[in-house]
């Protein structure tokens, strides 16, 4: 059974930073395409990075205030996170693209305050 569960989130001043933790069980990391996504309130679910082998990708929004990375000892996936502004505020969710199955987490909240 795959079980994707997020840590990290927290309440922060604006120009703080966070990073963000994926501990991945029942599979591998870094087999599948990976990325963190976020949910702000009344928002649809957005892309924010992702990590397929050696290459990553990252929302324009995000771009240079982030960086995605497995640790593969860990098992885990990784979010960094810098500058962050009022407008990253949202639930960041850990996803997994395995072949017929996509794999979500339950979720962690960040709010960054102005």
């Known amino acids: 059974q795959v079980r994707l569960v997020e840590s990290g989130g927290d309440l922060v001043q604006a120009g703080g930073s966070l990073r963000l933790s994926c501990l991945v069980s029942?599979?591998?990391?870094?087999?599948?395409?990976m990325g963190w996504y976020r949910q702000a309130p009344g928002k649809a679910r957005e892309l924010v990075a992702t990590?397929?082998?050696?290459?990553?990708n990252y929302a324009d929004s995000m771009a240079g205030r982030c960086t995605i990375y497995s640790d593969n000892a860990e098992n885990t996936l990784y979010l960094q996170m810098n500058s962050l502004e009022p407008e990253d505020t949202a639930v960041y969710y850990c996803?997994?693209?395995?072949?017929?199955?996509?794999?979500w987490g339950q979720g962690t909240q960040v709010t960054v305050s102005s």
């Open positions: 996803n997994i693209r395995a072949p017929g199955s996509n794999y």
């Open positions: 029942g599979m591998p990391v870094s087999i599948y395409p």
């Open positions: 990590l397929d082998g050696v290459t990553r």
